[in-house]
T-cell receptor, first 111, second 116 residues
Framework: KNEVEQSPQNLTAQEGEFITINCSYS?????LHWLQQHPGGGIVSLFM???GKKKHGRLIATINIQEKHSSLHITASHPRDSAVYIC?????????????FGKGTHLIIQP | DSGVTQTPKHLITATGQRVTLRCSPR?????VYWYQQSLDQGLQFLIQ???????AKGNILERFSAQQFPDLHSELNLSSLELGDSALYFC???????????????FGPGTRLLVL
């Protein structure tokens, strides 16, 4: 079983819809990242969370440490939001810092 | 633009060959991470360097090695290449190198390696 599980794997929605992507993890972590990867391949870090909630524009990320669960929400979705969204965790491993990744959610927003 | 640069952008080579991928971190960042993204395995952490020293190893094969130089740029060396090594290789950098510091990682544009 993967240490980081995302759902759904694929999501197609209409422009303007509220989008939720979920991430569950099974290990102790120091932080959780949400990343965005566009078709060209580049990866952009959207959020880094260790507790609570963060908001940036139309994007909101939440984390529940006790339940080992995080969600990424997109409000008023737009076709330019179409991308792969990847959840990644930074495990507590004696000072090391490498990320462990989920398999990603492929989001398509149709006009 | 994340400020992290990687060269080359694309690389095509043959099985059995050796290649070197280069990464320059953001100005001021001491940590460099290497990641591999393949179709079957997804994104995987390979190795981390902090201020010239190896900090952590992930799923890095023995045929692969890396180093970080005094100017903080890093190189990932891939040898005895196999078809399965075809992947996107990303470099990322951050200011610090420990779990407790909670600094974000900035990703480079990646090097797309094709082994024929």
């Amino acid at each position: 079983k993967n240490e980081v599980e995302q759902s759904p794997q694929n999501l197609t929605a209409q422009e303007g819809e509220f989008i939720t992507i979920n991430c569950s993890y099974s290990v102790g972590i120091s932080a959780l990242h949400w990343l965005q990867q566009h078709p060209g391949g580049g990866i952009v870090s959207l959020f880094m969370l260790s507790s609570g909630k963060k908001k940036h524009g139309r994007l909101i990320a939440t984390i529940n440490i006790q339940e080992k669960h995080s969600s990424l929400h997109i409000t008023a979705s737009h076709p330019r939001d179409s991308a792969v969204y990847i959840c990644a965790v930074r495990k507590w491993v004696g000072g090391a810092d490498g990320l462990t990744f989920g398999k990603g959610t492929h989001l398509i927003i149709q006009p | 633009d994340s400020g992290v640069t990687q060269t080359p952008k694309h690389l095509i080579t043959a099985t059995g060959q050796r290649v070197t991928l280069r990464c320059s971190p953001r100005s001021g960042d001491l940590s460099v991470y290497w990641y591999q993204q393949s179709l079957d395995q997804g994104l995987q952490f390979l190795i981390q360097y902090y201020n010239g020293e190896e900090r952590a190893k992930g799923n890095i094969l023995e045929r692969f090695s890396a180093q970080q130089f005094p100017d903080l740029h890093s190189e990932l060396n891939l040898s005895s290449l196999e078809l399965g090594d075809s992947a996107l290789y990303f470099c990322a950098s951050s200011v610090s190198g420990t779990s407790g510091s909670l600094k974000t990682q900035y990703f480079g544009p990646g090097t797309r390696l094709l082994v024929l």
